[in-house]
């Protein structure tokens, strides 16, 4: 009987720890601010929406994919307001973090854990120049945090394959493949038409006569030699393609130290 009172007590002691620690994650998980708009770039339904759209994705992937408004970054750097934000809440180990400073109109991705391999400084490049930029300067913020949080999405999928997006390996994307299809169109028919024209003027020294007469010289004739003219010639070329590592050309995360003692990575620039 003490033996059963004992098993008892015991899993009711798990059941009541598992229950305790469930609510602590949920409380934790409630508190977070996945966005932090202190500039007030966005309305109230834009940072809410983000705020449920971050908060689905930083669970999908086990990290935390945050955006931060500012106007000063308080006499600290912008790379030190964005790694101490990150640091200084309670954001999980693995994280990537956006901020924009409105007072010099500058923005910084900070990575740590995980993130620092996810988003490489090319990819952070990438990121920011390629499709968060455009948005910024035409003041269009919200779209550029739906561009951040698209990005991260399909940057973490690509890194969990193990070949993260770098130097010489970045997304294509549908207006890229257009291009790259004109280009190779038009470059073609250019190709064409100077072929046929090297061909058409090579021949212009042919004519109509009215008989062979016209081909022979008085005197000229001899049978006994043979000589063979070498008109012109045809060169076929086939390009053989080499594979090379995405890291080549100084690829990869650059690190540094937070005053909080953790590793990031991270990059930016102005709009």
Not at 176 to 190: K, Q
Not at 252 to 261: D, K, P, R, Y
Request: aromatic share 10%; proline share 1%; glycine share 10%.
């Amino acid at each position: 009987m003490n033996k059963m009172k004992r098993l008892f007590l015991f899993f009711l002691t798990l059941m009541l720890l598992g229950t305790y620690t469930n609510k602590i994650y949920a409380n934790r998980k409630e508190s977070k601010i996945y966005v932090t708009d202190d500039a007030h770039l966005l309305s109230s339904k834009e940072v809410a929406t983000l705020r449920e759209d971050l908060s689905i994705l930083s669970d999908k992937w086990g990290c935390d994919i945050v955006v931060v408004t500012t106007n000063s970054t308080y006499d600290k750097t912008i790379t030190q307001y964005a790694d101490d934000f990150y640091d200084y809440n309670i954001y999980e180990k693995d994280g990537v973090l956006l901020l924009i400073d409105m007072e010099t109109r500058g923005w910084w991705i900070s990575t740590t854990g995980t993130c620092i391999d996810a988003f490489t400084d090319a990819g952070i490049d990438y990121i920011g120049e390629k499709q968060i930029v455009p948005c910024l300067k035409n003041g269009d913020y919200y779209k550029a945090f739906v561009k951040f949080k698209d990005n991260c999405d399909m940057f973490l999928k690509q890194a969990e394959k193990g070949k993260p997006y770098d130097t010489g390996h970045m997304p294509v994307t549908k207006g890229m493949v257009a291009m790259a299809g004109l280009v190779s169109l038009v470059t073609g028919l250019i190709i064409g038409a100077i072929t046929l024209l090297v061909f058409a003027s090579g021949n212009k020294s042919v004519r109509s006569v009215d008989n062979a007469a016209s081909y022979v010289v008085d005197g000229s004739l001899n049978l006994n030699l043979k000589n063979d003219e070498f008109i012109n010639k045809t060169v076929t070329r086939t390009r053989i393609e080499r594979d090379s590592d995405s890291r080549g050309g100084g690829g990869g995360s650059s690190i540094h130290m937070g005053s909080s003692g953790t590793s990031h990575g991270g990059g930016g620039g102005h709009f």
